[in-house]
C-alpha cells in the first residue's frame, strides 16, 4: 500500500511558509486553472465521451464551462472575500476593532466522483485553492479517462508545490484517508461517506459530504402535465439519470398516471428519437451499475416505457415504471440511472409523510400551479435543495449553496460557498494597549456599582413593535 505521509508532510511544509495565503499566489493559480479549461476542451471532452458516452453539448454546458464560469466568478470577487469581514459591536467594545477573518485550514483532501468528473472534482478546487490551501485531489477511478487527464494536466498549470494529484482505486484512498488532513470533501455515495467520517474523526478533521439519496417529485392534480413530463424527463435522462440530484421518483394521484406517461413519451421521442444511436444519450458508468439497475427494473412496478438493457454497450433505454409500491426494490435505493418510478399516492399529505418516513433527499421537486402547494411542502419537509416547477435548476445558481442534509450530506459549495467551506472563520478583536480604566470593572473585588454599571452596559432588551421600532427602541 502507498505510503503518502512524505506528500502530506511536504504540503504542510509548503503551507505553513505562507506562500499560498498570498492573493498573488491563488490568483496565479486560477489563472492556471482557466488556461487548462480553456486550452483542453476537445482533450477533456474527449475523455468524458470515452468514459460516459457525453455529448459535446453535455461535456460543456455541465462540466467545462459551469467550471469555467464558477471559477471567473471568484477570480472577479477573490479580494472583496478576502477581506475581513466587519461585526456589529455593543457598548462594551465600541473602542474595539472586531471582524472575521477568512483563513485557510491548511492541507484539504478533495475526492471527486465519477458522474460529472470534471465539474464535481474540479469545483471544490477551485474554492480550497481560492481560500488558500494546499490540495491534494483524488479523482475517482471509475470515470479513468477523465481521471488520467487530471493526472497529466494539474501539473502543468498549477504550483506543484501545493497541489498534487493522487490516482488510484480503494488501497490509494484506503492511504490517504490514514493521513492527517485539515479538511475533506467528499463527493459520492452514503456507504463511502460515513466511512471518510470515521477516518476524519481520528483527528477531527471537518469535512464536507456531497452525497445523494433519493430526490422526489410531487404533482399536484392541477399541473400542466406536458409541461411537467418535459422538465421532469429532461433532468432525468440528463447523463442517462446518473446524477445525485436528478428527480428519482414521482408521486401523483393514480388517476393522473396514464397521462403523465403519455407526456413523457412524447417528451422521451422529441429528445432522443432513437436513444440506442443517440449521441446525446450518455451510457452507464461500468457493467457493475448497469447490472444494478436492471435488477431494480425488473423487480418494480410495470414497465411502460423503454425497460431495454444492452450490457456490452452499458445502455439502459429511458425508462418509464408504473403503479411502484413503497417496498419494490426501486423505491428502496438510490437510482441513479434512466429510470423514472411513479407510485401513486391519494393527498399531498401521504406524499409529505412518506418522503418524512425516509432519509432527508438532496433535493425536491414539486410541481403545481398554486403556490400553497409549494409552501405546504416547504413548510414540512427538508431537503438540501427545493425547486418549485422545475428540476435541478438550482444547481446553476451559484449564489446559491448546493449540498444535503442528514442522510443526504452536510456543507454547501459553489461560488462564494465553495470559497467559504475551505476558510476557518476566526474571530479577531483588536483592543487598543491602554485604557485600563474602561475595563477596569471586569476585575474583583466585585461590587454592586460594578455590577450595575456591566448590566447597563451589556443588557438587551426584546425590540418593539410599532413607532418606536423605527428609532431601535
Request: with cysteine; proline share 5%; hydrophobic share 40%.
Amino acid at each position: 500500500m502507498a505510503d503518502y505521509s512524505k506528500m502530506i508532510e511536504g504540503l504542510r511544509r509548503v503551507f505553513n511558509s505562507g506562500v499560498t495565503k498570498s492573493y498573488e499566489w491563488r490568483k496565479k493559480q486560477l489563472d492556471g486553472m482557466l488556461k487548462l479549461l480553456e486550452e483542453n476542451r476537445d482533450k477533456i471532452a474527449q475523455g468524458l465521451k470515452e468514459d460516459l458516452h457525453k455529448s459535446s453539448l453535455e461535456a460543456a454546458v455541465y462540466e467545462i464551462d459551469f467550471c469555467r464560469n464558477d471559477l471567473i466568478e471568484t477570480m472577479n470577487n477573490l479580494k472583496d472575500w478576502m477581506k475581513p469581514e466587519k461585526v456589529k459591536k455593543g457598548l462594551l467594545n465600541i473602542m474595539d476593532t472586531a471582524y472575521i477573518q477568512r483563513e485557510p485550514y491548511g492541507v484539504a483532501l478533495v475526492m471527486g466522483a465519477w458522474n460529472y468528473p470534471i465539474q464535481i472534482t474540479v469545483l471544490p478546487v477551485l474554492g480550497a485553492i481560492a481560500a488558500g490551501n494546499c490540495v491534494v485531489l483524488k479523482p475517482s477511478e471509475l470515470a479513468a479517462s477523465t481521471a488520467k487527464i487530471l493526472e497529466e494536466l494539474i501539473p502543468k498549470y498549477l504550483d506543484n508545490d501545493c497541489v498534487k494529484v493522487v490516482n488510484g482505486s480503494i488501497p490509494e484512498t484506503t492511504a490517504l484517508l490514514k493521513e492527517r488532513f485539515d479538511y475533506i470533501f467528499y463527493t459520492g455515495n452514503t456507504m463511502v461517506g460515513k466511512i471518510i467520517m470515521k477516518a476524519a474523526a481520528e483527528y477531527l478533521t471537518p469535512v464536507t459530504l456531497e452525497l445523494g439519496g433519493k430526490s422526489p417529485v410531487y404533482v399536484d392534480e392541477n399541473s400542466d402535465l406536458t409541461l411537467v413530463a418535459r422538465r421532469v424527463t429532461w433532468g432525468k435522462l440528463v447523463n442517462a439519470g446518473q446524477t445525485c440530484i436528478a428527480p428519482d421518483y414521482v408521486m401523483c394521484k393514480k388517476e393522473l398516471q396514464e397521462k403523465l406517461v403519455e407526456e413523457c413519451k412524447k417528451a422521451i421521442d422529441e429528445y432522443y428519437p432513437d436513444p440506442a444511436k443517440s449521441e446525446d444519450y450518455c451510457r452507464i458508468i461500468n457493467e457493475r451499475h448497469l447490472n444494478r439497475v436492471k435488477k431494480l427494473i425488473e423487480g418494480s412496478g410495470k414497465v411502460v416505457i423503454g425497460g431495454q438493457v444492452e450490457e456490452g454497450e452499458k445502455y439502459v433505454s429511458p425508462t418509464v415504471l408504473t403503479d411502484c409500491k413503497a417496498t419494490d426494490p426501486v423505491m428502496m435505493e438510490e437510482m441513479f440511472g434512466p429510470v423514472l418510478p411513479i407510485m401513486p399516492v391519494n393527498s399531498a399529505e401521504e406524499a409529505i409523510d412518506f418522503i418524512n418516513k425516509g432519509e432527508k433527499p438532496l433535493a425536491m421537486y414539486i410541481f403545481a400551479k398554486d403556490h400553497a402547494v409549494a409552501q405546504k411542502f416547504l413548510d414540512n419537509t427538508s431537503s438540501g435543495g427545493f425547486v418549485f416547477n422545475d428540476t435541478m435548476m438550482h444547481a446553476g445558481l451559484m449564489s446559491l449553496p448546493f449540498g444535503g442534509v442528514g442522510g443526504s450530506g452536510m456543507g454547501g459549495y459553489h461560488g462564494f460557498h465553495t470559497f467559504d467551506t475551505f476558510c476557518h472563520k476566526r474571530s479577531v478583536l483588536e483592543r487598543k494597549h491602554g485604557g485600563e480604566a474602561m475595563v477596569a470593572i471586569r476585575y474583583p473585588p466585585y461590587t454592586e456599582k460594578k455590577l450595575s454599571t456591566i448590566h447597563w452596559l451589556t443588557k438587551k432588551s426584546p425590540k418593539s413593535g410599532g413607532l418606536l421600532s423605527w428609532f431601535g427602541f
